[in-house]
């Protein structure tokens, strides 16, 4: 039915459209995938949602423990509507459920903040699994539960007098590293068959007015 949605669908846009929609959900993976944790400076969580859709990345989690995420429209520039974006935010403290949740889904944990076991980016090693990219606020970094929480920890080497890089920065450099070494790998990185036609039919949707009409009287047409 999805496969058929999608021929339908790709009547009321232009096939470039619905070509463009085919290639990038071809790179998309969740073999890596990001969680921010209580990010309070909207504009830097804005940039990761951008610096993710750029570089493939589809599941990103939003952890509100103290601060609400509100999208930057001027820094995302549309990514969220892209993206799957999961917020936890309906306890006190929802670290524990986040990084649980993904722990449960097959993702390796692994803090981006200095530690005693650290790794540096090339020497992290992409093949032992999927993995969840942890990063925390601007100010104190990753909170202690979620360091307790992670199997990994990751950190990019400088050279200079600060201590860190901003989040977005960050992330940035982080992803583009090892999402092209994935890339350059033989990991079976992209979607499933089944996850890509999703994709595609959410993102036609999206793109086409009243698609829920649409979709509505194929439904009944066809049932």
């Known amino acids: 039915m999805t496969k058929d949605l999608i021929k339908y669908l790709t009547e009321f846009t232009t096939p470039d459209r ?3 929609f085919h290639r990038i959900a071809d790179e998309r993976t969740k073999y890596v995938t990001v969680a921010l944790e209580n990010i309070y400076q909207s504009h830097n969580a804005s940039a990761v949602l951008r610096t993710c859709d ?3 990345v589809q599941d990103v989690h939003i952890i509100e ?3 609400e995420y ?6 995302a520039l549309g990514s969220s509507n892209w993206l799957h974006i999961l917020r936890y935010n309906k306890e006190g403290n929802n670290t524990e459920e986040a990084l649980t949740s993904l722990k449960k889904k097959g993702y390796r944990l692994v803090a981006t903040t ?3 076991n650290e790794v540096t980016l090339d020497e992290f090693d992409i093949e ?3 993995f969840a990219l942890l990063f925390g606020t601007e100010l104190d970094g990753l909170t202690n539960k979620a360091l307790n929480m992670a199997d990994e920890f990751l950190k990019i080497p400088m050279y200079g007098f600060t201590e860190s890089f901003n989040i977005s920065v960050s992330a940035a450099l982080i992803l583009h590293r090892l999402t092209s070494k ?23 949707k999206l793109s086409i007015k009243k698609s829920d009409l649409i ?3 194929y439904l009944k047409t066809h049932s």
Do not use: M
């Open 182 to 204: 994935i890339r350059q790998s033989a990991i079976d990185y992209r979607l499933s068959e089944s996850e890509h036609d999703e994709l595609v039919l959410e993102w036609l």
């Open 54 to 56: 750029c570089f493939g």
């Open 128 to 130: 032992k699994g999927k």
């Open 114 to 116: 200095p530690h005693t």
């Open 18 to 20: 619905a070509g463009l």
């Open 70 to 75: 509100t999208i930057n429209p001027d820094i």
């Open 215 to 217: 979709v509505d009287r």
């Open 65 to 67: 423990n103290e601060y």
